[in-house]
């Protein structure tokens, strides 16, 4: 069964510290990848996605992440975290060219950033 | 302008009650999505529909049924609640197909926090 694996649960870090967060799916065939912010109290929101081409990937508010298909990863970076960057954060796949389009999330990780 | 919105944002219901959430989206899109997110804010794809048309149906309790009355509208009817039931759901909506499949970047509602007691 497809799967993602997001292995940091709870994360702290002091402002100006870098931040990855890891992203890991199981499906052997090709899938658009995507991280989702979720800040406290409100929706969803999408930060960056990847279909195809260049394996790094930009997002909103200084986020980047990178696809390596060898490894079945999709980690979310910042060089610089905010105290506003303080959110829960969603790794989803869902499998390219399929019958359905179902988001298939990771756990989530909840990024606290102390001022 | 609000893009996928849903009634109600709060929703507190005695166990055995029937009740319903509502989700609009007004960005053309084809598709709309029901999740559910429990209380470690894990989120679960509930159902689908294209086009007004079922989709996808996760084991879900066939206490939920989804109607479509139009591609705009997905709503969630839910009978007989459950202490179990209390989540909070996301509405979401996408495009339908390019070129064969789909384009699958989802656009998500507020949620409708439910409790029941």
């Known amino acids: 069964a497809q799967s993602v694996s997001q292995h940091n649960h709870h994360v702290i870090l002091s402002e100006a510290a870098s931040l990855e967060l890891g992203c890991n799916y199981s499906?052997?065939?090709?899938?658009?990848l995507f991280w989702y912010v979720q800040y406290p109290g409100q929706h969803l929101q999408l930060l960056l996605k990847?279909?195809?081409?260049?394996?790094l990937v930009k997002g909103i508010k200084g986020f980047e992440a990178e696809f390596i298909k060898s490894k079945f990863s999709f980690n979310l970076r910042k060089p610089s975290v905010q105290w506003s960057d303080t959110a829960e954060y969603f790794c989803?796949?869902?499998?390219?060219?399929?019958?359905?389009?179902?988001?298939?999330f990771g756990t989530g990780t909840l990024l606290a950033v102390q001022p | 302008d609000t893009a996928v919105s849903q009634t109600p944002k709060y929703l507190v219901t005695q166990m055995g009650n029937d009740k319903s959430i509502k989700c609009e989206q007004n960005?053309?899109?084809?598709?709309m999505y029901w999740y559910k997110q429990d209380s470690k804010k894990f989120l679960k794809i509930m159902f689908s529909?294209?086009?007004?048309?079922?989709?996808i149906n996760e084991t879900v309790p066939n206490r939920f049924s989804p109607k479509s009355p139009d591609k705009a509208h997905l709503n969630l009817h839910i009978n007989s609640l459950e202490l179990g039931d209390s989540a909070v759901y996301f509405c979401?909506?996408?495009?339908?197909?390019?070129?064969?499949?789909?384009?699958?970047?989802?656009?998500f509602g507020p949620g409708t926090r439910l409790t029941v007691l």
């Open positions: 979401a909506s996408s495009q339908g197909t390019s070129g064969g499949h789909f384009y699958n970047e989802q656009f």
């Open positions: 499906y052997g065939g090709t899938v658009n």
């Open positions: 990847y279909f195809s081409g260049d394996p």
């Open positions: 989803a796949v869902s499998p390219y060219g399929g019958a359905t389009n179902k988001l298939i």
């Open positions: 960005l053309g899109h084809d598709t």
């Open positions: 529909y294209n086009n007004k048309e079922l989709i």
